[in-house]
């Protein structure tokens, strides 16, 4: 079974930073592509960033120059620097483990999200 926990989440005043960090553990491919999404109240899960074992990353527009997310694959470890926060940052941001290989087949974890509020 695998397992995504997160962490960083909090308040926040716009302008600031936080750093969010979510570590996977169990049976996990070496192979996959770590990411965080959000969900705000009454709005669908967006993207927000995601990078992939290999170290190729995407970002959502709307976070282009102030997120930058990181992973350590020793440890199954996944960043989001967030600088520059808006109030329309605010949501529940969620960690994504998803891949597929021949030997693990296709899979998709998430967490259970850490809340991100920017407001003064």
């Known amino acids: 079974q695998v397992q995504l926990v997160e962490s960083g989440g909090g308040l926040v005043q716009p302008g600031g930073s936080l750093r969010l960090s979510c570590t996977a553990s169990?049976?996990?491919?070496?192979?996959?592509?770590m990411g965080w999404y959000r969900q705000a109240p009454g709005k669908e899960r967006e993207l927000v960033a995601t990078?992939?074992?290999?170290?190729?990353?995407n970002y959502a527009d709307s976070v282009k120059g102030r997120f930058t997310i990181s992973r350590d694959n020793a440890k199954n470890t996944v960043f989001l620097q967030m600088n520059s926060l808006k109030p329309e940052d605010t949501a529940l941001y969620h960690c994504?483990?998803?891949?597929?290989?021949?030997?693990?087949?296709?899979?998709?974890?998430w967490g259970q999200g850490t809340q991100v509020t920017v407001s003064s």
């Open positions: 994504n483990l998803r891949g597929h290989t021949i030997i693990y087949g296709l899979f998709n974890y």
């Open positions: 169990g049976r996990i491919s070496s192979i996959n592509t």
């Open positions: 990078i992939t074992s290999g170290g190729s990353t």
